[in-house]
């Protein structure tokens, strides 16, 4: 049979390679030897005959088209390797720009939300699972805003109450709406003011009066939102707060804002004894508890960050009215209404009238 050989084999050359070759493994005894040449795409097989002892076969078949199929397959595969790292690389692009970087800007954003921070937003303009996602958390962020500002008027209870029975003179509506176009709620107002602050203030550096400032409105605020309290506003360096009026017990709501005011005394004297011991000066406050209904309303648009809240009614006007008159009962300078007085039988005799004012203000006795 014709055998076919690649252009570049040399009979002469080759064909003496493999008799060499076959002859050296037929004197070794080492039955059948091949070799496979490359660079010349064959493969030279030398057998020992069987029938004519002494005599070398040697065959030469032409293998460079394996070597061709292996090289394509071989670069085929490379091929594939390279557009697989480069596939991996862009989709390791588009997960980061479709899905993790939104879900960091997320994150940061709830991080921002759980320091308080309810003006940031994380909402992703986009109409798969993940955008509506983010714009549900936007929606979230924007009713968390918007109790802390109710919240900073009227206690929990009061909003909980509210949501769940209405107020009958709005007719229902949300919570934000009744609140909004305003609403009627009995309350325990409580106004503390700091004696002699604006002389303070022209006699001590701004430091001293903003570190002192904080302070009392950090250990002030903590004992009053203990005492189911809310806090309204602090104004300049007053406090204003309200308790919901519970009508099922009005003498817990009494004894709770009473507390809270005794409270407050006691803690600035822990604070002067702190203050004295670092060499500053002591200060002085007042405390006063007015009983009856107000008026909350919004003022402002509810969609504004500048939307705020206003308490109007007598009880704020009385209770910085009788926080002034704490200055004439040094040694325990809490003064109520004497509504809240007749809800606090179990003070007995403690409570007197504020001489010159028996009918307005009730004090504690002087022991």
Same mark, same amino acid.
């Given at each position: 049979?014709?055998?076919?050989?690649?252009?570049?084999?040399?009979?002469?050359?080759?064909?003496?390679?493999?008799?060499?070759? @076959?002859?050296?493994? =037929?004197?070794?005894?080492?039955?059948? $030897?091949?070799?496979?040449?490359?660079?010349?795409?064959?493969? !030279? $097989?030398?057998?020992?005959?069987?029938?004519?002892?002494?005599?070398?076969?040697?065959? $030469? %078949?032409?293998?460079?088209?394996?070597?061709?199929?292996?090289?394509?397959?071989?670069?085929?595969?490379?091929?594939?390797?390279?557009?697989?790292? !480069?596939?991996?690389?862009?989709?390791?692009?588009?997960?980061?720009?479709?899905?993790?970087?939104?879900?960091?800007?997320?994150?940061?954003?709830?991080?921002?939300?759980?320091? *308080?921070?309810? /003006?940031?937003?994380? *909402?992703?303009?986009?109409? /798969?699972?993940?955008?509506?996602?983010?714009? =549900?958390?936007?929606?979230?962020?924007?009713?968390?805003?918007?109790?802390?500002?109710?919240?900073?008027?009227?206690?929990?209870?009061?909003?909980?109450?509210? =949501?769940? &029975?209405?107020?009958? /003179?709005?007719?229902?509506?949300?919570?934000? /709406?009744?609140?909004?176009?305003?609403?009627?709620?009995?309350?325990?107002?409580?106004?503390?003011?700091?004696?002699?602050?604006?002389?303070?203030?022209?006699?001590? +550096?701004?430091?001293? !009066?903003?570190?002192?400032?904080?302070?009392?409105?950090?250990?002030?605020? %903590?004992?009053?939102?203990?005492?189911?309290?809310?806090?309204?506003?602090?104004?300049?360096?007053?406090?204003?707060?309200?308790?919901?009026?519970? %009508?099922?017990?009005?003498?817990? @709501?009494?004894?709770?804002?009473?507390?809270?005011?005794?409270?407050?005394?006691?803690?600035?004297?822990?604070?002067?004894?702190?203050?004295?011991?670092? *060499?500053?000066? +002591?200060?002085?406050?007042?405390?006063?508890?007015?009983?009856?209904?107000?008026?909350?309303?919004?003022?402002?648009?509810?969609?504004?960050?500048?939307?705020?809240? =206003?308490?109007?009614?007598?009880?704020?006007?009385?209770?910085?009215?009788?926080?002034?008159?704490?200055?004439?009962?040094? &040694?325990?300078?809490?003064?109520?209404?004497?509504?809240?007085?007749?809800?606090?039988?179990?003070?007995?005799?403690?409570?007197?009238?504020?001489?010159?004012?028996?009918?307005?203000?009730?004090?504690?006795? &002087?022991?």
């Amino acid at each position: 049979e014709k055998i076919h050989l690649p252009p570049s084999y040399s009979i002469e050359k080759d064909y003496s390679e493999g008799a060499l070759l @076959t002859a050296k493994a =037929a004197s070794k005894g080492l039955g059948s $030897v091949f070799r496979v040449f490359q660079e010349k795409g064959i493969l !030279i $097989v030398a057998v020992q005959s069987q029938s004519f002892p002494g005599k070398i076969v040697v065959g $030469v %078949e032409n293998i460079a088209h394996i070597f061709e199929e292996i090289q394509t397959k071989f670069w085929l595969l490379v091929g594939l390797l390279i557009l697989s790292v !480069i596939s991996i690389f862009f989709l390791g692009l588009v997960t980061s720009s479709r899905i993790v970087t939104p879900i960091t800007h997320v994150k940061r954003g709830l991080d921002a939300v759980a320091i *308080g921070n309810f /003006d940031v937003r994380v *909402g992703i303009p986009r109409s /798969d699972e993940l955008g509506q996602l983010t714009q =549900a958390f936007d929606q979230m962020i924007k009713e968390l805003d918007r109790r802390k500002r109710l919240t900073t008027i009227v206690s929990e209870t009061t909003l909980d109450a509210m =949501a769940k &029975h209405g107020d009958s /003179d709005l007719q229902g509506g949300s919570l934000a /709406d009744r609140l909004t176009q305003g609403s009627r709620v009995s309350v325990i107002f409580l106004v503390s003011d700091i004696r002699n602050f604006t002389t303070l203030c022209e006699s001590q +550096p701004v430091k001293v !009066i903003t570190s002192l400032l904080n302070n009392h409105f950090d250990r002030m605020s %903590e004992i009053i939102g203990a005492h189911g309290g809310r806090i309204n506003k602090f104004i300049g360096d007053a406090i204003n707060a309200l308790f919901y009026l519970n %009508e099922n017990d009005r003498q817990e @709501t009494a004894k709770r804002a009473i507390e809270t005011g005794l409270e407050m005394l006691n803690s600035l004297r822990k604070i002067n004894l702190s203050r004295a011991q670092s *060499g500053l000066f +002591p200060y002085s406050i007042g405390v006063g508890l007015a009983m009856g209904e107000v008026i909350m309303g919004g003022l402002g648009d509810p969609r504004s960050p500048y939307f705020d809240h =206003a308490v109007m009614g007598s009880p704020v006007k009385d209770a910085s009215w009788l926080e002034s008159l704490s200055k004439l009962v040094p &040694h325990c300078p809490l003064v109520m209404c004497p509504k809240i007085a007749r809800l606090a039988p179990w003070l007995g005799d403690k409570l007197v009238p504020l001489r010159d004012y028996d009918e307005k203000a009730v004090v504690f006795r &002087h022991s």
